[in-house]
């Protein structure tokens, strides 16, 4: 079954399967929000007269039934129908008739498709959201845990200046500060409503646009029928931007973490469970999860490229390239959470090892990392800086320094003063702005109406 197909159209077999591609696969994902859309829209139609009330009470009771199934796993798209849209008229026309043939009026699938996306996008990014907190209670919670356990920072990867566990966890915690925001930006995107676009140049028909937004949760409308089709490849660029964004802070923490366990650093350990082994060698314990964080992240941050050159020279309107968006984008938010997830898990068991500079090794491979406090000291007691430098360069050199092991650093966001309850107050900030309840509310009271 196809909408647009005539009684004396006939699609070629192999052009058929070449056309729809994964759609089945994809669209599995956008049934229930299908049902969502075609409720809001069915309200709207049966309140512009397009729908008598007996008509409108058949599709209300159908869409809910299916929207049943489909929660109880009892859907499915056959193989003879083109994509979701069909099934469900499909399904509908079966179960009450030419009622169900009228649900598609004032609407084409470019739009229909447009809005299962966006709903499917607000719901994903809440899920991300959701996960990019958890995390970020953990980081901070380790941050405070060890704040007084000093580590090596590097440049280069070259020993540098003090830093410590808390400053290196709390790191990682604002910068999910910003990820978030990031997410923000996108679902206030995705938050508007493209239903009634049509085709992209609106109908004929009196529909009230507005009333969908509101049933829907929506923030606003795409207002211009024409942009709510071009949004097409535009909203999921900055859907992937956003997950980039939390996939760029993960991948580079998975990173140190992997440096950071080797035997060279012994800096963090985690349980023998949380890690693999080798084939042939016994000692092996390898931090394959984080190895994946790392690649699958990367993944990640080649979407918004990968976006970019599926639909960087499409003339405005629809087009069916941008039919693959989907098999791009939908697997990047489970890619992601999961990678959220099990950082998650494997930092709620972590082993940070404290003493770093107390035995004699660290003593001896970490004594130039107290230099820059050296030179500080000097610049306290009233020596030029760069006279300050020099003579500790000279020491340094001539094999006669011999540093403190004691650091006092007092600014904001230093060793001393990481400022937690600042950077907490910044995420709740942000994540105060999300509308989830009120987009919640909506979608409920679709549903009972």
């Known amino acids: 079954m196809k909408l647009w197909q005539k009684s004396t159209t006939h699609t070629h077999e192999l052009v058929e399967r070449f056309t729809i591609g994964r759609d089945h696969e994809f669209d599995m994902m956008l049934a229930w929000h299908d049902v969502i859309g075609s409720l809001a829209h069915g309200a709207m139609l049966h309140s512009v007269k397009l729908l008598d009330d007996k008509e409108w009470e058949a599709l209300q009771h159908a869409l809910r039934s299916i929207a049943h199934d489909i929660q109880q796993g009892h859907f499915r798209i056959d193989d003879a129908v083109e994509d979701v849209h069909s099934q469900i008229e499909l399904l509908l026309t079966q179960r009450i008739g030419d009622s169900g043939k009228k649900l598609h009026s004032g609407r084409s699938r470019n739009d229909q498709i447009a809005l ?51 400053l290196w966890f709390s790191a990682f915690a604002e910068s999910l500060v910003d990820d978030v925001t990031m997410l923000l930006t996108a679902y206030r995107i995705v938050n508007k409503n493209p239903l009634g676009s049509a085709a992209g140049y609106g109908s004929s028909f009196p529909l009230n646009r507005r009333m969908t937004t509101e049933l829907l949760g929506f923030e606003a409308l795409n207002i211009n029928s024409i942009y709510a089709q071009m949004g097409r490849g535009k909203v999921e660029r900055i859907v992937a931007q956003a997950l980039a964004s939390v996939a760029a802070t993960l991948s580079k923490m998975a990173m140190d973490i992997t440096l950071f366990m080797s035997q060279n650093f012994g800096f963090i350990s985690f349980p023998d469970e949380l890690t693999t082994g080798s084939s042939i060698m016994p000692h092996k314990k390898n931090p394959d999860i984080f190895e994946l964080i790392r690649a699958r992240c990367n993944r990640i941050q080649a979407l918004p490229n990968e976006i970019t050159m599926l639909t960087v020279n499409l003339p405005s309107g629809y087009h069916r390239d941008v039919q693959l968006l989907k098999e791009i984008l939908f697997p990047a938010f489970e890619n992601l959470r999961a990678c959220l997830e099990v950082a998650h898990f494997a930092l709620s068991h972590i082993r940070v090892h404290n003493t770093i500079f107390s035995d004699e090794r660290g003593q001896s491979l970490y004594t130039h990392l107290f230099s820059v406090e050296a030179v500080h000291k000097l610049v306290l007691q009233g020596v030029p800086f760069r006279d300050a430098y020099k003579r500790i360069g000279e020491e340094i050199a001539q094999g006669k320094f011999y540093p403190s092991y004691t650091i006092h650093h007092t600014h904001e966001g230093s060793i001393g003063n990481l400022c937690l309850p600042d950077i907490e107050a910044a995420m709740q900030t942000i994540i105060a702005q999300f509308p989830f309840r009120r987009v919640e509310q909506a979608i409920s009271r679709l549903l009972r109406q």
Request: proline share 4%; glycine share 4%; charged share 20%.
């Open 116 to 166: 299962d996306c966006k709903l499917f996008f607000r719901d994903e990014l809440q899920r991300i959201v959701a996960c990019c907190e958890a995390l970020f209670i953990r980081l901070l919670h380790l941050a405070d845990e060890h704040q007084q356990h000093l580590m090596p920072g590097y440049t280069h990867l070259q020993i540098a200046m003090p830093s410590s566990f808390g």
